[in-house]
């Protein structure tokens, strides 16, 4: 690659080919600046996480590959392909889902109607059966409305509305926020099942422990800024590090 971030930022994942490619992404909220030089690479089937003390920018990173962001610079490249300057809905129909901290869902739809709401995008979706067959609380609150749900299984309304979609680079904010840790461990449990069928995850995560459990890779935010990254397997090298940079 030709961009010197690149050697700097980038440690070889799983082997998959960059699929997303992040450059000296900036953003604003009105006139006050929350990403200086984001840089940051994805490949093809990796679970990635976002680290980062609170205000770092993890979320805006997400809500700038989502189009999310009405002022944004620098370049976010979907195999090759610019997304600055794209709205969110085209966005989304190149295959790029989600999950916000609120969860995004519609509290005053039930479950079935919050399942079947969103467009589907490409081919490959989930059936409504294999959204089941991971969140099997689903099932049985098909026709529950959404403020009678728990903040688990608000969760997983939350995950499962975007993988009907089709889309195959999930990108999760802090999805165990709050939640019991039996409900963490099936959040676990189903990014691992997304990562065996080949979909591509940007997690941002305060629960480092949870998060080492799945990711190949890690970055971690400052500022505005992309201050270090490195491979789950380089993570016990580093733990004094990664307390310093998480405050933990
Ligand atoms: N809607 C907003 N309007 C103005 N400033 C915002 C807004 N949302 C976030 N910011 C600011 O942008 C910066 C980055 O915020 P961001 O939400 O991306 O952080 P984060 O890393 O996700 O933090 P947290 O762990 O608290 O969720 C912070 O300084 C924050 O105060
Ligand atoms: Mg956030």
């Known amino acids: 690659m030709h961009d010197v971030f ?22 604003w909220y009105g006139e006050s600046r929350a990403l200086r ?3 940051l690479d994805v490949r093809d089937g990796e679970v990635v996480t976002l680290l980062g003390r609170n205000g770092a920018g993890k979320s805006t990173t997400l809500k700038s590959i989502m189009g999310m962001m009405r002022k944004r610079a620098g ?41 079947t709401l969103p ?6 979706g989930m059936s409504e059966e294999e959204i089941f067959d991971l969140f099997p609380n689903l099932r049985e609150r098909l026709n529950t409305g959404g403020t ?30 709050g939640l019991a840790p039996a409900i963490v461990q099936q959040i676990g449990r189903v990014i691992r099942r997304l990562r065996e069928r080949g979909l591509t995850v940007i997690l941002v ?28 397997a380089e993570v016990p090298a580093n733990r004094d590090k990664l307390a310093a940079y998480l405050g933990v």
């Open 6 to 27: 690149a050697t700097q930022t980038t440690h070889a994942g799983a082997g998959g080919a960059a699929m997303l490619e992040i450059r000296n992404l900036e953003a």
């Open 148 to 177: 009678k749900l728990s903040g688990g299984e608000q969760q997983m309304l939350a995950i499962g509305r975007i993988l009907r979609t089709g889309a195959r680079l999930i990108l999760l904010d802090e999805p165990t926020e």
């Open 205 to 232: 995560e305060q629960n480092f422990r949870f998060a080492e459990t799945l990711a190949d890779r890690h970055y971690v935010i400052e500022n505005g800024n992309v201050v270090d990254s490195m491979t789950n």
């Open 37 to 39: 030089s984001i840089c």
């Open 119 to 124: 467009p589907i995008v490409r081919d490959g």
């Open 75 to 115: 370049s976010i490249k979907l195999y090759g392909e610019e997304l600055i300057g794209c709205a969110s809905n085209a966005i989304a129909r190149k295959g790029i889902a989600f999950c916000p901290e609120n969860r995004g869902i519609f509290s005053s739809l039930t479950v079935a109607e919050n399942l």
